[in-house]
């Protein structure tokens, strides 16, 4: 044992004496580091400044009137913007009140017939219309970007209440609803106000008007658009924009029979009545949904008492109502799916559970929480005999619950009584609703908007709602809404007709930023009352029109720090303000860069729920261009050009293609459109300022096994580039906000280096100078390939470093290689490879050093390639399970006569074949083709406070020594490895996170977004008898559409069991 003792102890010093040796006798000398990081750095400036030649571009204006240099003021800029949001949104409000006046006047004067047909009528359906069909007189329209029809409005009507004919008897019945065709014959007269609207305000878009009994009037008409591989399932009465339109705020609990009697079918169809009511909820309702038996509880379990504690302790630990945003919904989605039947059902205790969690909740709610409006409890059993008497005496008669209404549901076929659902609306209000089938789900749940949205609830006010996706154009738009009333003297009540709207694009809203003046890190957003993003610039594109607003928080996408959520919280309580922030700015998705001045000053648009705000970089500078003749002398050469998105000239937004480029210099030139002056001097500006370079790069004979291309950005959205080849790139690059040379142009003030797998783009600011005031003006570029890259950067180092097992790699500030001397590591290529994705614990050392930082971000806006298996999917896939594809498509083809009997079918089909109700909205609306919504994490690499570091990295066999140092006002960093080219892998990982974007599977259930927020000022709430008009008697069904109903199931059990034997 003593002699093992003592080999220990001489191997122990052995092992020492080795690594003192190893240190000393270092290959990496700081000295020579230093100076190779030095040369580095001045290799990248000289490569830069002899390839891109930005020296020709004039950078001395001293004497030069026409040009200025400003310090930006950006609160003037946030006031200017918000006045000019206002007037424009007073303009469009003006359009909508003459389109209620005239409909509201027309009810007064309009004769009831029962004589109408459809032949008479003749309404324009815009399904059936077909730009390509010359009798349908469409022409392509700028400002709409579609073709439409001008002469008269176009009709789009849901598929169960108008266009379901199936054969003669039943196509007559349909089509001769005296309801549909006295609407569509009294609403046509709006047309005129349509076309007087259109025609008087230039930016004007469209015009609608959604009536209660389901058809919808277009102005002007144009082809309604169906997501490919889908039933239209669009009815205005459900969609936001009608609904909040029409029916004040609501705090709503929905109560499901969970008993074992609803087994099955009814469960099924349950699950899926709730998911469409809770779909027809906004962001001002508030909800939560509780499933009952014998017991009663939320079906998402988010109560944090600790069993212990006293009641003054556990004050702020109840089950609150969530808000009916988008993340909330889907939330109570998926614990509605995960609901189980069995047990006995008590309504007493149900509706106990509820009326004291209405008290608790007006109780314990804190500021801005809750409608504070109607009160409504949503019930759905398939029947019982239990009359909770006791219970209504009690709640009515209490001050907190008196005004709640009762809404009841029978659902499914089974003979069960559903008398005691029926007494329960009528005695408070409600209005009781039978949903036998999956097929009726979608007309009895609008059943309770028709109580609500009684005139003496609502007062005359117009809507504004957060952003969604236009149902023709797919164009992110906001509504202006406002309801319509039966005004006509033998109404018993001014009943609610319908609701009459006007989108206004975010592009329009948009388009009056102040946009050179923002610079190329800046950029303008706006938020409403309750935080959500209105318009901002990583507001994501929706997946279909038929989706609701995303509902996604300024914090989502700006920093939760603090500083930014008190900047929001006095957004949304209408102030003014400006706050300077030490943040991150956003180069790219993968790259940040930490800056100690962003600047955001904010102010609320009057006589509206928004606040608008600008992002700004502190004491910032922008370009005036006053030149009102002298740059109109010389038509410019649009060859190898591109111009941002910006709103030079009305009607010319957006150019990309040469000869659309060529129109909007003409129109500049010749004057023929009304054009922002400001923005287009800047254009004819860029275009005489970058002329000598463009010319230098065209003469230049240059290799492309050196050089891929290059470009010039301005601040005034222009483009040059060569050769023609580097087109697409540029036009990727062409907003300066989506430009990360322009960006760190800005932030930098010296040479960037952007990283790709094919080389490296290379760009540096171009300022100019008049009177001691700089400002950049634009950025200069060349895009270089890997191997001219490596090649210099070896040459470069070769007379300061001859040991060629010295392994160099430059890396940028998100941790991506820009060039190594060598183009391969154990058969890895190098060139634009992630730092953390080499085998060995380099960036892991760099990290925990301080030279790079780590975030994560959540992107709850991403669209996924829908790789799921969809076999267990219930009745929101469009797609039917095998082995019955087959025989389900050869169902529809056979009864394709129909897009109503594939409808039905679809809804029979889709709930035998599993008890199972997906998460989202019906057949799929999350997923489109071959995408879906989804939620992806991100981590971002970013330099830290570290500017040099030095250690040894740990391999499977041996210790590596490597230096790293950042270069001065380049986003790269210089490193050093004691690895031989002969090396073995050194075997060991980072285990840190990718870069890649991950999806996220799993979710907190109790996730809920619950942050600050303002209610709407007003609620006018109708009486308690207004729901009496529910409760007359059972909902009527269409007798031939039940027995169709009858036939598809009884032929899809038939196919189901088939299915199953085999």
């Known amino acids: 044992m003593a002699g093992v003792r003592r080999c220990a102890a001489i191997f122990t010093i052995g092992v020492v004496f080795i690594v003192c040796v190893n ?44 040009v200025n240099i400003k310090p930006v003021k950006p609160l003037e800029l946030v006031r200017k913007m918000a006045e000019d949001i206002q007037t424009l949104l007073t303009s469009k409000r003006n359009a909508l009140q003459k389109i209620v006046d005239h409909l509201e006047d027309a009810t007064t004067t309009y004769l009831w017939s029962d004589d109408l047909t459809l032949n008479k009528s003749r309404p324009l359906l815009m399904k059936n219309l077909d730009p390509h069909n010359a009798s349908h007189e469409m022409a392509y329209d700028e400002r709409l970007g579609v073709e439409v029809r001008y002469n008269q409005s176009g009709i789009h009507v849901p598929l169960e209440v108008y266009e379901g004919w199936l054969w003669a008897n039943i196509r007559e019945h349909r089509e001769q609803d005296p309801e549909i065709l006295n609407g569509l014959e009294w609403s046509s007269t709006v047309d005129q106000v349509f076309r007087e609207n259109f025609e008087r305000d230039l930016t004007l878009m469209w015009q609608y008007f959604g009536a209660q009994t389901g058809f919808m009037r277009v102005y002007p008409a144009t082809r309604w658009k169906v997501p490919p591989n889908l039933i239209d399932l669009y009815d205005a009465r459900i969609r936001p924009w009608y609904v909040q339109g029409s029916v004040p705020p609501k705090d709503m609990i929905i109560l499901m029979d969970r008993s074992g009697s609803v087994h099955g079918q009814t469960f099924s169809i349950m699950k899926w009545a709730v998911k469409t009511l809770i779909d027809t909820l906004g962001e001002n309702d508030f909800v939560n949904v509780a499933a009952f038996n014998d017991t009663t509880e939320w079906v998402n379990n988010c109560t944090y008492c600790k069993a212990n504690e006293t009641r003054q302790e556990n004050k702020d630990c109840c089950q609150p109502l969530v808000q009916a945003s988008t993340r909330n919904k889907k939330l109570l989605y998926r614990a509605i799916d995960d609901l189980e039947d069995g047990g006995m059902a008590s309504y007493s205790e149900a509706l106990i559970f509820a009326y004291k969690a209405f008290k608790e909740f007006e109780r314990t709610r804190k500021v801005g929480e809750g409608a504070n409006c109607h009160k409504t409890i949503m019930l759905f059993s398939d029947g019982g005999t239990e009359w909770p008497e006791d219970v209504f005496k009690r709640y009515l008669a209490d001050n907190d619950t008196k005004n709640v209404r009762v809404f009841t549901y029978a659902v499914g076929p089974h003979p069960i009584p559903t008398a005691v659902l029926k007494q329960m609306a009528c005695s408070t209000g409600g209005q009781y609703s039978v949903i036998t089938t999956s097929s009726s789900v979608r007309t009895k749940i609008q059943d309770y908007l028709q109580v609500l949205a009684r005139p003496e609830a609502l007062p005359l006010a117009e809507s504004m709602i957060t952003f969604y996706l236009d149902r023709v154009t797919e164009e992110m738009t906001i509504s202006l809404t406002r309801p319509v009333y039966n005004m006509s003297d033998y109404a018993n009540t001014s009943e609610l007709l319908g609701v009459a709207g006007i989108d206004v694009p975010i592009q329009t809203l948009k388009n009056l930023s102040p946009f050179e003046a923002l610079g190329p890190n800046g950029y303008a957003f706006i938020i409403n009352h309750n935080g959500f993003l209105v318009m901002h610039p990583r507001l994501g ?69 928004y606040s608008l705000g600008l992002l700004t ?81 065209m003469a230049e004979r240059v290799s492309s096994e050196d050089i891929i291309g290059r470009a010039v950005f301005t601040r005034f959205g222009l483009t040059r580039f060569f050769p023609e080849s580097q087109k697409a790139g540029a036009s990727i690059w ?78 940028d500030d998100g941790g991506l290689i820009v060039t190594s001397n060598r183009g391969e590591l154990h058969g890895v290529v190098l060139q634009g490879m992630f730092l953390g994705d080499l085998n060995m614990p380099l960036l892991k050392h760099l990290k925990d050093a301080g030279v790079y930082n780590m975030d994560h971000e959540v992107d709850t806006q991403a669209l996924c390639s829908d790789k799921h298996n969809w076999n267990n999917a219930g009745p929101s896939s469009y797609r039917i399970p095998n082995p019955l594809t087959l025989l389900a498509n050869v169902l529809l083809e056979v009864f394709s006569w129909a897009d109503y009997f594939r409808y039905i079918i679809y809804s029979g089909v889709l709930a035998l074949l599993t008890p199972r109700s997906e998460a989202f909205s019906e057949w799929g609306m999350t997923r489109i083709g071959d995408q879906e919504s989804c939620i992806m994490e991100k981590t971002i690499y970013y330099f830290g406070e570290t500017n040099t570091f030095t250690d040894f990295m740990k391999c499977s066999n041996y210790t590596a020594e490597f230096r790293a140092t950042r270069l001065e006002s380049i986003n790269a960093l210089l490193v050093a490895i004691d690895i031989g080219d002969g090396s073995p892998e050194c075997g060991v ?56 109903m009858l036939t598809a199931l009884g032929m899809c059990r038939m196919l189901l069991h088939m299915g199953l034997e085999h």
């Not at 989706?547 to 996604?552: F, K, Q, R, T």
């Not at 600011?765 to 895009?783: D, I, L, M, R, T």
């Open 23 to 66: 240190s000393q006798e270092s290959r990496l000398d700081a000295g020579q580091f230093r100076e190779a990081v030095n040369t580095v750095q001045k290799w990248l400036i000289d490569l830069h400044a002899n390839k891109t030649h930005s020296s020709i571009l004039k950078t001395d204006f001293n004497g030069n009137k026409s």
């Open 541 to 609: 594109r929706q997946l279909s029109y038929l989706l609701g607003p995303p509902h996604i928080d300024l914090l989502d996408v700006e920093e939760d720090v603090g500083e930014m959520e008190a900047i929001r919280n006095n957004m949304v309580r209408g102030s003014n303000g400006q706050k300077v922030i030490v943040g991150k700015i956003r180069i790219d998705d993968s790259h940040r860069v930490a800056y100690s001045g962003i600047q955001y000053d904010y102010s609320p648009i009057q006589n509206s729920s």
């Open 617 to 697: 970089l502190k004491r910032s500078q922008h370009l005036i261009i006053e030149d009102h003749e002298a740059l109109w002398d010389e038509q410019p050469n649009v060859t190898c050009t591109v111009v941002a998105p910006w709103p030079y000239c009305r009607g010319r937004e957006g150019v990309t293609q040469e000869e659309n480029l060529a129109t909007l210099m003409d129109d500049i030139f010749q004057r023929k459109k009304s054009c922002n002056d400001k923005l287009v001097q800047g254009l004819v500006w860029s275009q005489r300022w970058t002329k000598p370079l463009l010319d230098k790069w």
């Open 734 to 811: 062409r907003d300066p906000l989506n430009n990360p040379a322009l960006r760190r142009a800005e932030i930098s003030g010296s040479v960037s280096v952007i990283p790709h797998t094919k080389g490296a783009f290379l760009s540096a600011p171009v300022s100019v100078k008049k009177n001691n005031e700089e400002v950049v003006a634009g950025a200069v570029g060349v895009n270089l390939t890997s191997s001219y890259l490596r090649q210099g950067f070896k040459q470069s180092l070769r007379h300061i470093w001859k040991n060629e097992d010295i392994l160099w790699i430059l890396v």
């Open 989 to 1044: 990982q980072s285990n840190l996170p990718s870069i890649v974007p991950q999806r996220v599977t799993s979710v907190d259930p109790c996730s809920y977004q619950d942050r600050f927020r303002e209610r709407p000022p007003t609620c006018l709430m109708g009486n308690s008898t207004a729901g009496k008009l529910g409760c007359s008697g059972c909902p009527r069904q269409l007798q031939s559409s039940l027995a169709l």
